[in-house]
Every structure is written in structure tokens, then in C-alpha cells.
């Protein structure tokens, strides 16, 4: 086999190396904790503390209701027990309870309204908790394929790297230095001829240089500097 047919197997090997590289280390980066997942369950726990404050005020109201309730009670059955008679202290003793009426008739509504937003409270917390089950079933499964690609990944590059090393054997160390000195300046150190051009740089080459390559000697371009390959 010549050179530079060996040399082309090793770029091929090199550049399926780096690209398997490449896709091992961007699903690597995908592996851990998923940024939505936390956003909500982050989220969840404010529902549920915004819920818990909600059923202490609705809790807290009703105390209140309960209370005054029994406070007019108490004052009602003092107004018209007949125990008292003076008319200045029964009048006052009306407005007393109308204006407990008053306190308990708006607390009445202010319950209503809690009672409502409790509901609300109540549906956001288990749509939010719907939403959380299935996006962390999502990352599970997520996780499971990246890392059983990540597996593969590996084997595949262990293949590689084996494959290498037994191209490399039969390469002139000196040559294979060529080689990574073109591949770290050009990226491929390797360009195939076809129909009389490099297509490393797409340039027609010269008679003289296509019948050097032909006859399986070393041979770069003249204009780009990679290693010519003939098929
Ligand atoms: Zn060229």
C-alpha cells in the first residue's frame, strides 16, 4: 500500500475520531440536571406555599366570622333578654351589634373571595405538578438514551483509536509528523485526486506532479502543500 494511501486511511480515521469526539462531548454536556425541571419545581413550591398562605387567611377569616358571630350572639341575647332597661344603653347597645353585623358582613366577603382564590390556588398547584411529572419523566428518559449513546460513543472510539495505532505502526514516524503538522495547519493533511485536480484546493495539477503521485511516491501540491492521493 503506498504512503499516501495509508496516510488518507489515518486522516479518515482521525477526522471520524474527532467528529465522534466532538458528539461524545456535547452529550456529556447534556447529562445532569435539566434547567426546566428545576425552573419548575421551583415553581411548584411557590404554588404550594401561595396555596398554604391562602387556606390561613381563608382559616384565620372564618375564626373571625366564628367569633363575632358568637360576640352578637351574646350581645342579642343581652338587647332583648329584658335585663336592661335604659333606653340610651339598649340604643347603644344596637349600634354595638350593627356594627359588629358590619365587620362580620364584610369579612363574609373577604372569606368569599379567598375561598375563591384558594380554588384557583388549587388547580395552578396541580397543573404545575402535572407538568413537573412529565417533564421529569422526559429528562429520565432523556438521560437514559444520552447515556446509553454516550456507551457507544466510547466503544466506538476505543475502535478508533485501535485502528490507528495499527495504521500508525507502518508509517515513517517523520511522515506521520508531515502529516500532523498539515493537519493542525490545513485540517486535512490529505487531498484526493480526481480528474487531474487537488481537491484539497481545486487546482489542475501539473503533469508531472499526477505521474509522481501515480507512481506511489510522496508527493504534495504544489499550491496547498497536502499530501496528494491518488485512488
Ligand atoms: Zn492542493
Not at 413550591?45 to 350572639?73: G, N, V
Not at 344596637?94 to 384558594?118: F, N, P, S, T
Not at 481537491?199 to 499530501?227: D, F, K
Amino acid at each position: 500500500m503506498s504512503v499516501a494511501k495509508q496516510l488518507y486511511q489515518l486522516q479518515e480515521v482521525d477526522l471520524e475520531l474527532e467528529s465522534n469526539e466532538q458528539s461524545l462531548k456535547q452529550k456529556a454536556s447534556q447529562l445532569g440536571e435539566s434547567p426546566e425541571v428545576v425552573r419548575v419545581r421551583i415553581e411548584l413550591s411557590s404554588q404550594r406555599q401561595h396555596l398554604e398562605e391562602l387556606k390561613r387567611q381563608q382559616l384565620s377569616a372564618e375564626w373571625e366570622i366564628d367569633d363575632l358571630t358568637s360576640k352578637i350572639t351574646t350581645l342579642e341575647q343581652k338587647l332583648y333578654g329584658g335585663s336592661i332597661s335604659n333606653p340610651k344603653e339598649l340604643t347603644n347597645l344596637q349600634h354595638e351589634i350593627d356594627g359588629l353585623k358590619v365587620r362580620r358582613d364584610q369579612l363574609e366577603d373577604k372569606a368569599l373571595e379567598i375561598i375563591d382564590q384558594v380554588e384557583l390556588a388549587e388547580v395552578r398547584v396541580v397543573t404545575v405538578s402535572d407538568e413537573l411529572k412529565r417533564l421529569e419523566a422526559e429528562w429520565r428518559h432523556q438521560q437514559q438514551s444520552l447515556t446509553i449513546d454516550i456507551e457507544q460513543l466510547k466503544a466506538t472510539l476505543s475502535d478508533l483509536e485501535q485502528k490507528r495505532r495499527l495504521i500508525l505502526v507502518n508509517i515513517d514516524p517523520h511522515v506521520v509528523n508531515l502529516y500532523q503538522e498539515l493537519r493542525r495547519q490545513k485540517g486535512t493533511a490529505v487531498a484526493k485526486v480526481d480528474q487531474g485536480m487537488c481537491r484539497g484546493c481545486q487546482i489542475s495539477l501539473p503533469t508531472s506532479e499526477l505521474q509522481q503521485a501515480r507512481s506511489g511516491n510522496l508527493v504534495r501540491c504544489s499550491s496547498c502543500g497536502r499530501i496528494l492521493f491518488l485512488a
